[in-house]
């Protein structure tokens, strides 16, 4: 029977320094490691540098991405919903003669949109 404790290797390191904390030892039979031994920890402690390297990593393309993509005029994040589709909605919202069913279907807005904008106002 085979059992999988980590879904990456930073979660199994952080899993293994849990253990440690709370003085219990892991062992793993098929790839014969033992963090009670020098060589189980050196292999934990290589673990948690590629973890970490691997962090590293991903967090550099990330940000290279962004980079780049505010080259090409990229801005990212959420797309501004129309002003005066908004407007609309307020004037409509205000006149306290519709309701809010009948104001979202009129303007198209969504009702968190809606609220989100109201909550600003």
Excluded at 28 to 39: F, L, P
Excluded at 75 to 102: H, N, T, V, W
């Amino acid at each position: 029977m085979t059992v999988t404790i980590g879904r990456s290797t930073k979660h199994l390191v952080d899993l293994i320094n849990d253990f440690q904390d709370k003085g219990i030892n892991f062992v793993s039979i098929n790839e014969n490691i033992d963090t009670t031994t020098a060589m189980g920890k050196l292999v934990f402690t290589i673990f948690s540098g590629l973890a970490q390297f691997e962090r590293d990593i991903i967090s550099e393309r990330t940000k290279s991405g962004l980079d780049a993509a505010r080259a090409r005029g990229r801005k990212g994040g959420r797309p501004k919903k129309d002003q005066s589709k908004l407007d609309m909605a307020f004037r409509m919202y205000d006149s306290k003669e519709y309701s809010i069913q009948e104001i979202l279907g009129a303007t198209e807005v969504s009702r968190a949109t809606f609220y989100r904008y109201l909550g600003r106002r």
